[in-house]
């Protein structure tokens, strides 16, 4: 019988740096996708109007800024524009 092993507990990490990587904008939603650096990895936070939508872990910088850019082509496509940063 398998046993099952949770994924250990995020609350144990500090924070390092975070790094505002898009802000999108469409006339009824604006998404902000953050870079969220951690001792052990990279975190990347897609907020949709204030509201957190997504949390993906990357081992590297490089990997999540990547996802960064197809995530901003598919929105793009989507009728998305960039949005300046106040």
Do not use: H
């Not at 398998?2 to 898009?22: I, N, T, W, Y």
């Not at 870079?35 to 999540?64: C, Q, S």
Request: aromatic share 6%.
């Amino acid at each position: 019988m398998a046993r099952r092993v949770s994924p250990p507990q995020r609350g144990a990490f500090s924070e390092d740096a975070r790094e505002s990587l898009c802000l999108l904008r469409r006339n009824d939603q604006t998404i902000n996708v953050v870079l969220v650096a951690l001792t052990d990895a990279v975190e990347l936070e897609v907020w949709a109007d204030g509201a957190l939508r997504r949390r993906l872990r990357f081992l590297r910088d490089t990997e999540a800024r990547k996802y960064c850019d197809r995530l901003t082509a598919r929105l793009f496509r989507r009728r998305f524009a960039r949005a300046l940063a106040p």
